[in-house]
């Protein structure tokens, strides 16, 4: 089990992420990433990108602006619909989600329920605010969008982005003409949302200023999904855990009848990513489908992809796979005055939109949590070698007797392919130690053999075997292994 006091204060110590404002007290809902966590977050993005859009040489990145103008967010429903249930204590006047008191209290989940429920739930379960023990107001409906005034006289306003989505809709008709009217088209994009949580909590799995990476794809139901079809046909053997309802079952994708083919493909795709990529246990990974009472607003299909944290108390959504249906085009095209619909076979249709939804925050919280490990000799991150913030650490065994000047020289080279590290401080043990607790995935030494016969060693962060090779053969080595095209155990010398 991990500890999330041990992870967090390691986070914090050596440069991967914690509260923002910190010399002022620190700020809830926002984090900062250090030299470490920034490493992470890039890499993810990068592994990201080139998994997603490589699913189809139709899917593309674009970047769009973090504040809409009103009419925009008006349009897609969010200033009507957007909001969670708040109570409100008489006494003290602190602020809280309905649901989440209400799950703090009784256990059972309330997400699903509307303001008239949760202010009947208060009353029959009695709770009281768990602050201060008073009572609480009528619950009210809370918009969760940050609202901005635009300009100096701040007559026209907007909202900063409570999901990247809507700016790729904006983008669609421009897109789509530029890409010559192919589909299904994939637009992705990768930055900040905002949303003015109620109770931030849970280090960054609640932010009011978080990353998405969001894949959105274009396609005409009924004459696009057969490309879909064909695509979940490499992967329908694939085992999932699926929770639906209370039961939680293993199943192949291609069993799963009574969701369409196009969906399931890209169920089985953020899956793989997730232990492909991610190198997840897929013990730890599940998708929950979500009730028609807890579904957002605009979604006619919805599974979240949950983890199993140790450190927030079990399943955790960390993305979801929402299928939009027309609801976002149509809703643009009514409010812009714009025609969104395109020309087909069958005459003009509005697209339909499947969504691809990561929360990067909550992956990377996942990513550090799966990977942290504690015995009793030492902790150490297991991060898979394309993610990892630091790839590769060169040290010299002692700094006397040209061994500093020559692990120098070894760095410069390394550091031309690597994401490499210099460390000469400290004893080789406790640089073992340091590199360890940040995942360096392989600590290259250079000793007295080095001198003599221009040899270093290899040694691997997870196992703490080593290797030794010769310095010209050190840069390929490291390369296949962080490729993952060999593992470290397929390299015969290893010496203990
Ligand atoms: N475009 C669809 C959308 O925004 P969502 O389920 O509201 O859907 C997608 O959000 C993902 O964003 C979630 O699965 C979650 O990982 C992340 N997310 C949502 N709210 C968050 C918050 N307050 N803090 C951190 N991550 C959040």
Redesign the pocket.
């Known amino acids: 089990m991990t500890n999330r006091d041990e992870l967090e204060s390691m986070c914090k110590r050596r440069g991967f992420l914690w509260q923002s404002a910190e010399i002022y007290g620190g700020e809830a809902?926002f984090y900062d990433y250090g030299h470490l966590g920034a490493e992470l977050l890039d890499n993810w993005k990068r592994e990201w990108k080139k998994f997603f859009l490589g699913l189809s040489e139709d899917y593309h990145l674009i970047y769009t602006p973090n504040i809409h103008p009103y009419r925009v967010l008006e349009s897609s429903g969010h200033v009507d619909q957007f909001s969670d249930v708040m109570i409100r204590c008489d006494r003290c006047g602190s602020s809280f989600r309905g649901d989440h008191v209400i799950e703090a209290e009784t256990g059972e989940d309330a997400e699903w329920m509307d303001k008239d429920e949760i202010g009947d739930k208060i009353q029959e379960s009695a709770l009281s605010c768990p602050d201060c023990g008073g009572s609480f107001a009528q619950p009210e409906d809370f918009n969760m969008m940050f609202e901005v005034a635009l300009g100096p006289t701040g007559e026209r306003s907007g909202f900063l982005r409570?999901?990247?989505?809507q700016g790729v809709y904006l983008n669609f008709r421009r897109e789509f003409r530029a890409l010559r009217k192919k589909m299904p088209m994939g637009l992705a994009t990768i930055g900040s949302?905002f949303?003015n949580?109620i109770s931030?909590r849970q280090g960054?799995?609640?932010?009011?200023e978080?990353r998405?990476a969001?894949l959105q794809i274009f396609f005409i139901p009924g004459i696009h999904e057969e490309v879909f079809e064909n695509r979940f046909e490499e992967i329908k053997n694939m085992p999932v855990r699926i929770k639906r309802g209370d039961k939680t079952k293993e199943v192949l994708l291609g069993d799963i009848e009574d969701v369409p083919p196009f969906y399931l493909y890209h169920l089985g795709k953020m899956y793989e990513y997730h232990t492909d990529v991610m190198g997840f246990d897929p013990q730890r990974i599940r998708f929950r489908e979500l009730s028609e009472e807890e579904k957002?607003f605009y979604n006619k299909i919805h599974f979240?992809l949950e983890f199993k944290f140790d450190t927030l108390g079990g399943w955790k959504?960390?993305?979801?796979l929402?299928y939009r249906g027309d609801h976002d085009l149509k809703q643009h095209q009514k409010g812009s005055n714009t025609k969104l619909s395109v020309s087909t076979e069958e005459g003009r249709k509005i697209p339909h939109v499947i969504?691809l939804?990561?929360?990067v925050?909550?992956?990377i919280w996942a990513l550090l949590e799966d990977g942290y490990n504690s015995d009793d000799d030492r902790d150490w991150l297991d991060i898979p070698p394309k993610l990892a913030p630091r790839q590769v650490a060169v040290f010299p065994l002692v700094k006397k007797d040209g061994l500093l000047e020559r692990s120098r020289e070894v760095y410069e080279i390394l550091d031309d392919e690597f994401r490499t590290h210099w460390e000469k401080t400290g004893s080789i043990g406790k640089r073992y130690a340091r590199n360890d607790e940040v995942g360096t995935r392989y600590c290259v030494t250079i000793d007295y053999d080095t001198m003599d016969d221009d040899s270093v060693t290899i040694r691997d962060v997870e196992s703490k075997k080593q290797i030794r090779v010769s310095i010209d053969e050190a840069s390929g080595i490291l390369k296949e292994l962080i490729e993952c095209e060999k593992r470290f155990d397929d390299h015969s010398n290893t010496e203990g």
């Open positions: 809902g409570p999901e990247t989505a949302a949303r949580e931030p960054v799995y609640r932010l009011r978080f998405q969001e957002a979240d959504e960390i993305n979801g929402h969504e939804s990561f929360g925050d909550r992956n």
